[in-house]
């Protein structure tokens, strides 16, 4: 224990947000207000002041907010995060004898005690406050005390003045604050650009972007598609890997272990006599080509997503250039990707064990700082759990340090502890479970968990109800109303959600056999040509949805999503509410996508600063419906093929008589 | 981050029990199995084995206890506590990869794969241990290493040689740990005395001994009672301070601002002309008087609690041996105790500001030392709070590190995180707000808030009823049910418990006025006369429920409560029992003094190994009659003015004709 000096009485404990200890740094986005809490407290009955000290990781001075007390001895102050990249901060506090004094004084002046001894004291230390300060405010605190002390002022003249409070600030602004106690640990919040927190992502393979069935399809197709995507309302467009395939042991179609010639291999097989991480498939186009799809993609509100997999073919140039990454077998072969008894012969991952790691480390890194310099600012990051969590925390710092508008999305389809690890040490985004989420328990009991302080200081939800590995058995036998509920439920639910996009829009729900979450003939190991144009598809739908999203600020964030009771299992309803409530969505999503279900739905007025007794209107924006709702308990019933869902803006104030000319 | 080596891949977090990331130490009592539990993973599919490191504060060499997965990457192993002090444990993990190869070969040679490389990977292994290994363990690997090598050895044998668990255990053994991780911090457990955990408490007034009206209690008296304490069950009796009780502002009878020369005093107005804080108060008898009582109580299985109350009188010799340990006020006075505008003048507290106040420390502690020496192992201590927490820690710390068997009781009234700091410091047990806690939801919300994983690390509840200072509104209004409910609440929700005897037994409920906790005539401030004979008094009662703890070992530790539900609200359902279910104790108290209440408890049979299919005996153990009970859910009712509560042992199995010998 610390006992440098035994008269530092004041506790600081329970800092919030603060994750294992400090060992991991909260996120937050540019334009947060970063409030800080924390536990505060001393022996006895002495008042205490505390601040919140913070500032950016390159200055050196702190800055200082004052904290304010909440409810049991929990306090609490904030700060504006104007700039990208890292802050610190840190909580300090103190015993504060004036304040003590002021609080005592008045409350002895009041019971009209004899309190000529106590005015010396204040007068102390006022005298003490003016030591210190010069100028004007000097001779203020001198004059302050002098009256303090004088036997011609009345004490309730005396109290006026003391209490007034400029005079406070002034006394507090001058006063020498001993036993200080701060915090042991300066904690770091990382400041994310928006789309860290809210985006709509849209994936699809480039190659299958041609007009033309039967032709691969290039960059320059994919520029063609961007006013599509745009004007469906996503944000993000994420192609899979864009290197040259494999040849080695490429896969055939439906993942048989041969191929022929004409097929063309999975994009994430990476690596041939073309080049490798660092070069585009020239069946897609040039690097050029490339670098101008993603300005042009910018240009219309795009960010292209770039696919990191880190992992080879047997022809990838790494294999013959740097051996030593890889790990050899005693017969000289280079040890394959397995899980036994499976063998992925087409794939060899690195040697993170390797001796020559740290080079091997570098030029990891080299990979991304070059697609950085093409112009990419998102990171989908292929597989991360299968590459050491130190290699991870290194390579997002690092790049993050030169540039901290970059973001990394964790595709971690694994255990929930090492998913956790990965955003704790800094992915910005991570997948999720959601896909196989589909009860009403499920749903909330996994919500709620990925809400609680201390996980969603650092783990942003990215929802995908499908991906080009995920056909849920959901969406195989849901049909329609199926693929519309997972969609809304991702869309608002998650304050980040994507689609794996042309199967989505058409419904796609045939899978490779029964009881696979593959897809038939799946795109992973073919070209594709969907009919976009298919007058069933769900692209108005979804254009719809992605407006609300936009629309409604509410969300915009997960932070305030709140489960409500329905009195049927079938029907789940959530909110979402800006910080001020002016904005607030209440879904209502028919989980069963075969039957009608109806049942009453509870909304906590009274949490949502709604007046229980006033009736209030809610307008569904997907049908643009708009009812009539009177007290928490409220009637629904949703036709799953009609839509399953609601989303429901509450519009606070129903008109009445008295809003008319007339009626004042 | 660390870069040391960025091949350490293993990941040790969430290490329970660990108290505010290793800053205070986890509590335990002697015997105690230590089960330590940790998150460790590592990315990718590599297995890894990790260890518990453990060691008494005095050794240098770790101890080492292999850990067993649980589920969801979470990891135990356990430590016995077999003596007093302080232990120090922590964790360590690396990547497995003999293990990892043994997995692998198994499912490949089920498969029928071809494993002829794979072999000789297991053989570079096996060797690798034999060099590091000699004598004859030296020679069996080397034979194991050749046998895998051979190719006349089929792979199904070499399987089964690889497996043999003894061959495992000696790779194992000889096998060099490579990129091992050890959590970041040496945590550290306390293990106290039994009675740490498991008390009853009995407190008296010295002074009230006496079996004459009127005059003067002695030690000598107290001898006399001990009999008594012993026969009802108590194992600890508690007297408030034994010092001379200071003239000066003396307080009157029931709190009176003044005094008159034949009134007694508080007992915590410590120190006259007499002495101070290591005298006895002559009224009392002598120093060897107490020495004696100490000696001739724990003869009788009693230890004395001594009550701590680090406060002065202006009359305590410090005030003129050590000015400098309080504070001055501008005229010269010294600052007595207020709580503006309420003022405390018989009372004059340390001020741990002043810059004497190391030697103020020492003072402190030598008085702790000196009642050591005068055999006391318990020590009460009076309003903590009002005290500096650094303080705290290191007086305790300082002497349980000479003398581990002894334990302090926190009384720190006061907000909910001071008395938890003061617990997380050191102190062995604290009061509780359990005196105010009457229905059924406060005691179930506040019970399940004190056993929560890390509060209850270090947190041990002391409940009592009553105490000098609180005689609730629930026992002023409630009768005789009241006090047998709260008695039987305390008894069974803790392991620790403790009432100020006399005005229990007897049922005193006067207050001095309505709406005050205090008792009339309290005998803070006189000298009381207690007839202990009277016939309607609770002593049996108590002593029954005393044995009842002392035979049931679920009663004698809180980590096992859980409450049940009953559908009515004024009955009360909750169970302990012992870590292997041999006892189980189901408690049902009727929290309404008034009025016989009914309803059906319902037990959750199938967590307590108890088969729901089969009828079970339940005994009473407050009225010893026996129920038939069936399935979880069964009927009770209680009422008050006969017994309101069942103490009930779950006696497991019901005899049936097949226990007959003619049925076999």
């Keep these: ?91 300090t506090g103190w015993v504060d004898h004036f304040k003590s004094w002021r609080k005592a004084i008045e409350k002895r002046v009041t019971a009209r005690q004899v309190v000529s001894v106590d005015m010396l004291i204040g007068a102390s230390m006022v005298e003490e406050a003016a030591n210190h300060a010069s100028g004007s405010a000097k001779s203020t605190l001198k004059k302050l005390a002098a009256s303090l002390r004088s036997s011609s002022v009345k004490d309730d003249e005396k109290l006026a003045m003391v209490l007034e409070p400029d005079m406070v600030s002034l006394v507090d602004k001058h006063s020498v604050r001993l036993f200080t106690v701060t915090y042991p ?29 039967g032709r691969h399809g290039t960059f320059r197709d994919c520029e063609r598609l961007l006013p599509r995507v745009a004007a469906m309302g996503f944000d993000i467009l994420y192609f899979p890997p864009i290197h040259p395939i494999g040849v080695t042991h490429r896969k055939g179609r439906n993942n048989r272990p041969s191929s022929n010639p004409e097929d063309a291999g999975s994009p994430w097989a990476i690596g041939s006599s073309e080049g490798g991480h660092k070069s585009v498939n020239p069946m897609l186009g040039t690097p050029e080509d490339y670098k101008r799809l993603i300005a042009k993609a910018r240009d219309k509100g795009i960010e292209i997503a770039f696919d990191l997999a880190y992992n080879c073919t047997p022809d990838h140039p790494y294999v013959k250039e740097h051996p030593e990454w890889f790990r050899k077998r005693p017969d000289g072969t280079i040890q394959y990707a397995e899980n036994p008894p499976k063998k992925y012969e087409d794939i060899i991952p690195f040697d993170f064990e390797t001796e020559h790691w740290s080079e091997l480390w570098e030029e990891l890194k080299s990979i991304v700082l ?70 009403k328990w499920e749903l909330t009991q996994y919500f709620t968990e990925l809400g609680r302080p201390g996980v969603r200081d650092h783990l942003r939800p990215n929802l995908w109800p499908n991906t080009p590995d995920i056909l849920t058995e959901y969406l195989q036998f849901g049909g329609r109303p199926a693929f519309i509920a997972r969609l809304i439920l991702a869309a608002t639910l998650g304050a980040s959600y994507g689609i794996y996009g042309a199967p989505y829009e058409l419904m796609e729900a045939r899978p490779r056999e029964p009881g696979s979450e593959e897809y038939v003939d799946s795109e992973k190991y073919e070209i ?14 979804i254009t719809r949805v992605n407006r609300i ?23 789940l309803c959530y909110s979402k509410h800006t910080p001020d409530w002016s904005n607030i969505i209440v879904t209502i999503v028919n989980l069963d996508p075969h039957h009608t279900q109806a049942g009453w739905v509870t909304i906590p007025l009274e949490t949502m600063s709604l007046d229980a007794a006033q009736p209030f209107q809610v307008h569904d924006l997907l049908s643009d419906a708009r009812y009539l709702w009177h007290g928490p308990r409220n009637y629904v019933e949703l036709n799953p093929n009609v839509v399953p869902a609601h989303v429901l803006r509450i519009r606070r104030r129903i008109r009445s008589e008295r809003d008319f000319d007339y009626f004042m």
């Excluded at 000290?53 to 929990?74: F, Q």
């Excluded at 489960?563 to 079938?570: A, K, Q, R, Y």
């Design 549 to 571: 999203r936009r629309e409604n600020p509410a969300l915009h964030d997960d932070v305030s999503l709140r489960f409500h009771d329905v009195d049927n299992d079938s029907l």
């Design 185 to 213: 640990r300066e904690l770091v919040v990382v400041v994310d650009p928006v789309c860290a927190r809210f985006s709509a992502w849209y994936e699809m393979f480039p190659r299958s972007a041609s007009s033309l069935p």
């Design 528 to 541: 594709k040509h969907w009919n976009l144009e298919r007058p069933d598809s769900l692209r108005e739908f």
């Design 1 to 91: 224990m610390n006992m440098k000096d035994g008269r530092i009485r004041v506790v600081i404990e329970s800092v919030s947000p603060e994750i294992d200890f400090g060992r991991f740094p909260a996120k937050r986005i540019i334009g947060d207000t970063m409030s800080v809490e924390a536990d505060i407290f001393t022996d006895g009955h002495d008042a205490i002041s505390a601040s919140l000290l913070y500032k950016t990781e390159g200055e050196d001075a702190w800055r200082e907010m004052p904290m304010t007390p909440l409810v049991n001895d929990r306090w609490q102050a904030s700060f504006p995060l104007e700039q990208l990249g890292r802050y610190r901060y840190t909580v």
């Design 370 to 439: 070059f697609w950085i310099d093409q112009g990419i600012r998102i990171f989908r990051v292929d597989n991360p759990h299968t590459k050491p969590f130190p290699f991870w925390e290194w390579l997002i710092t690092e790049v993050k340090r030169d540039y901290p508008e970059v973001i990394f999305l964790s595709e971690a389809f694994t255990r929930p502890k090492v998913m956790n690890r990965l955003t704790k040490l800094g992915f910005s985004q991570t997948y999720t479970y959601f896909a196989w989420r589909n009860t």
